[in-house]
Structures are given as C-alpha cells and as structure tokens.
C-alpha cells in the first residue's frame, strides 16, 4: 500500500544479493511461487475471510469481531513483509506488481465498505480513502514509462495510520477508545488527502520531464539522420 508493487519471486537459481539492485536478469529469473508472493496471495485469500468473520453474526459480536481484527493484522502484517523481502532479495515478476497493490486495495476496501455498511463508518470516508488509493494507483501506471513515484514519508504515515484507525474500528471498543479511534481515523483522512495531492503533483512533474526528454531525444535522432544524410550527399556530389 506504499509505494510501488513490490512483492516478487525468488527461485531463480543463483543465490540473490541482499540489498543488491533490481535489473532485468533479476526480473526475468525470479520464479512465480515463492514467499514474497505467496504472502501476497495470502493476503488475497484473507479478504473474503475477512468479510464472513466481520460480517458474522449481524456484523456486531464482539467476539466475531476480533477474530476478523486478526484477520485483518495478519493481512496488514504481511503486506510489510512481502514488501521488504522483494525488496531484500531482488525478486520480482509481473505477477508481484500486480497482484500487490491489488491486495492492498482490496483488505482496506473491504474493510471500509464493511464498516460503513454496518453504520460504523461514514460513508464520505470511504469514499475519500478509496478514491484516493484507487486514483494514486492509476496515475502511477500512467506515469510508469517516465519514471516511478516512490513511496514518501507521509504515505507511509498514512498507511500506518489508515491501518490502525480500521483495526481499531473493526474492534467492537467502547468508552475512551471508541472516542480515540474517531481522531486517529480523522489523522488518516487528513494524511490520505494531503499524501494524494503531493502524488499528484509529483506525477504531473515526472511526466512533463519524461515528455520532454523523450522530444530531447526525438530531435537529437531527427538532427542525426539529417548530418548523416548531409553527409552522404556531399559525397555522392563530390563522385
């Protein structure tokens, strides 16, 4: 949920470097079915049991309730692992980049819509939340053959707080806590608003310069097969 897709395959066959570099040998060989991407699909996998156990029940005992709060960490748990182990160990396939960002959306939009069916949630915050991470993830598909949009410290504060104010509403919490998890979820809002403005603008900007080097680049090519078609007809001249 933070920065690019990151989750990746190992298997390749040669030992990889922690902490090395991502090239092409390193995309090509990584194998589909390693832990970076089975954490992903995990993941994937938790999303509809997630659902059933918050949903349970009429969606409001207590006890259903936690058992899909741990639904929900082990999700949020590996999202930061399949991340980092891509990350480590140089492993990556086209699976990775898409199914990750995938299953990030997927657990925080299920959650959300849950919790606003269940009248726990305005439904305005859902809907921020989701248009944010639903349109920040086009617009870096939409940017990715300039240049990739890294993952900032406030979209990781985000994300951290996004995570804690849906587990603690997935809890059913009373009292003092209930009052808290409205002012952590209101922080998340704030950083989700903020953090998708500064996406946008990054986005604008790396894609001007990624046109305007690729026009660089056009009218040094246009100006070369000119000299070398100047050239060629000098000597033709000259015979």
């Known amino acids: 949920m933070t920065g690019v897709p990151a989750s990746a395959a190992g298997g390749s066959g040669t030992k990889p470097v922690r902490g090395g570099k991502l090239g092409t040998a390193a995309v090509n060989q990584a194998s589909l079915w390693n832990i970076a991407n089975?954490?992903?699909?995990?993941?994937?996998?938790?999303?509809?049991?997630?659902?059933?156990l918050l949903l349970h029940n009429g969606g409001y005992d207590p006890a259903w309730r936690s058992f899909a709060w741990a639904a929900f960490a082990v999700a949020?748990?590996?999202?930061?692992?399949?991340?980092?182990?891509?990350?480590?160990?140089n492993l990556v396939t086209d699976f990775g980049k898409i199914a990750d960002p995938i299953a990030d959306k997927a657990i925080m939009g299920a959650a959300l819509?849950?919790?606003?069916?269940?009248?726990d949630l305005p439904w305005w915050v859902?809907?921020?939340?989701?248009?944010?991470?639903?349109?920040?993830?086009?617009?870096?598909?939409?940017?990715?053959?300039?240049a990739?949009?890294?993952?900032?410290?406030?979209?990781?504060?985000?994300?951290?707080?996004?995570?804690?104010?849906?587990g603690m509403y997935v809890l059913?919490?009373?009292g003092p806590l209930a009052t808290m998890r409205f002012w952590v979820m209101?922080?998340?809002?704030?950083?989700?608003?903020?953090t998708g403005l500064d996406y946008v603008r990054q986005a604008v900007v790396l894609r001007r310069k990624g046109l305007a080097a690729e026009r660089a680049a056009a009218a040094?090519?246009?100006s070369g097969v000119s000299a070398s078609a100047g050239a060629s007809g000098s000597a033709e001249a000259e015979r």
């Open 113 to 119: 819509i849950c919790l606003s069916y269940l009248g």
């Open 186 to 194: 209101a922080v998340a809002v704030v950083l989700t608003v903020v």
């Open 172 to 174: 059913a919490l009373t």
């Open 126 to 146: 859902t809907g921020v939340i989701l248009f944010r991470e639903i349109g920040i993830t086009l617009m870096r598909f939409w940017v990715i053959r300039h």
């Open 38 to 52: 089975i954490l992903t699909m995990v993941r994937l996998l938790l999303v509809p049991g997630f659902v059933m």
């Open 148 to 166: 990739v949009i890294p993952a900032s410290r406030g979209g990781k504060m985000k994300t951290l707080a996004q995570g804690t104010a849906v």
């Open 76 to 89: 949020m748990i590996t999202d930061l692992f399949d991340g980092h182990l891509a990350r480590a160990y």
């Open 220 to 222: 040094d090519r246009a």
